[in-house]
């Protein structure tokens, strides 16, 4: 009986050795366990390259056509200050004052809104219209849209044309006051094409209408 336990003991101690053998040695196939996430490696972050500069993108304005960019650059080159939207506000302004003043036959108010040449030509209208005795009764109804469509500069002269599109209920009275054209019921829609001056960097920040047409 005991030989049998002797015999016993030895065959475990054999298979033990055995076993030992095999899972004791690392055989290069073993997956690894995986890491906590404190005992992982931080990540290395590179530093990036620089990005190429780029050029500042245009400011894009509906108002403006393509071919009076280049001379609005001009214009903010020679002037820094320079600002579209500005501009065009006062553009609208003087558009209003300038049909104003010229349907009442104000010439005092013209001269100080447009250039001497043009103020030649309004001035002739008015006197042929108080001779004829006939006065206007017209009315800026809105001003739809005012577009730059040309800018040009040329040393320190500036030139900005702007389209207006507009509503104007025109009437004409005779001497009597009676309506011999138009209607005051029934605006017409208007397209003038303006051009403006200035010298740039010059005391005087006014631009003023150095010619009118028709689009």
């Not at 245009?58 to 214009?75: K, T, Y």
């Not at 009315?139 to 030139?159: F, H, P, T, Y």
């Not at 507009?166 to 208007?190: F, H, K, M, N, P």
């Amino acid at each position: 009986m005991l030989f049998y336990v002797v015999l016993l003991a030895m065959v475990a101690l054999f298979l033990a050795l055995r076993l030992y053998s095999v899972l004791g040695k690392r055989t290069g196939h073993e997956q690894p366990l995986p890491r906590s996430a404190d005992d992982r490696p931080l990540p290395i972050t590179l530093p990036r390259a620089p990005e190429p500069a780029q050029a500042a993108a245009p400011v894009m304005n509906r108002n403006i056509d393509p071919r009076a960019e280049q001379g609005l650059r001009a214009v903010i080159s020679g002037e820094p200050g320079f600002d579209v939207n500005q501009f065009l506000g006062g553009a609208q302004a003087a558009y209003r004052m300038t049909l104003e003043a010229f349907w009442k036959g104000d010439e005092d108010a013209l001269a100080d809104l447009v250039e001497r040449d043009v103020l030649a030509a309004f001035a002739e209208a008015i006197a042929q219209r108080r001779e004829a005795g006939q006065t206007l009764d017209n009315r800026l109804i809105r001003v739809d849209s005012a577009r730059i469509v040309d800018a040009q500069v040329e040393g320190r002269q500036a030139r900005i044309t702007v389209r207006f599109d507009a509503d104007i209920a025109a009437v004409t009275r005779d001497a009597e006051g009676q309506v011999i054209a138009g209607s005051l019921s029934d605006a017409v829609e208007t397209h003038d094409v303006w051009t403006f001056a200035r010298t740039l960097k010059s005391g005087d920040p006014n631009w003023k209408l150095v010619d009118t047409d028709e689009a």
